[in-house]
């Protein structure tokens, strides 16, 4: 049997959403996706489209995940279509049949499409960052939008 993704969504580790889907007719799914600040405005997405889409303050730590079908499964993450490899700020984990991709201090770079790959199957994420730290006359600045 090939491996399987289980569309499952999450983002930090405070508040939680979550959207049940039907997979088949007698089959269930839930979707979930985990903020850290409860103002987060989460929405969510079919079939082409992006599963989750977040938006996050600069320096926030971000945590995408995906749910596979087989402990052993490996999966490869993509931020806007190039594939991901662990740095200082960027880091995999994987728990059970939980993959996750770890940003560590999320900048405006940061923002992009994820996506979460195993065989044929994927996952997509869009992340968006607000806030901006601005240095101006010796005195810190901070905008949200």
Wanted: glycine share 4%; charged share 30%; proline share 1%.
């Amino acid at each position: 049997m090939p491996a399987q993704l289980d569309i499952q969504a999450a983002f930090t580790n405070k508040d939680s959403y979550q959207k049940e889907v039907k997979v088949a007719a007698s089959q269930k799914a839930t979707l979930c996706c985990e903020v850290s600040d409860p103002k987060t405005e989460v929405k969510w997405f079919k079939d082409d489209s992006y599963q989750k889409e977040v938006k996050v303050s600069a320096s926030q730590k971000a945590t995408l995940s995906c749910e596979v079908s087989d402990l052993k499964t490996e999966v490869k993450w993509f931020k806007d279509g190039k594939q991901l490899s662990s740095s200082k700020t960027v880091h995999m984990e994987s728990k059970g049949k939980s993959r996750q991709l770890v940003l560590e201090n999320v900048e405006k770079k940061d923002a992009g499409e994820y996506t979460c790959e195993v065989g044929n199957e994927k996952l997509a994420f869009k992340i968006q960052v607000t806030g901006m730290e601005t240095i101006l006359d010796g005195s810190f600045w901070f905008c949200a939008s």
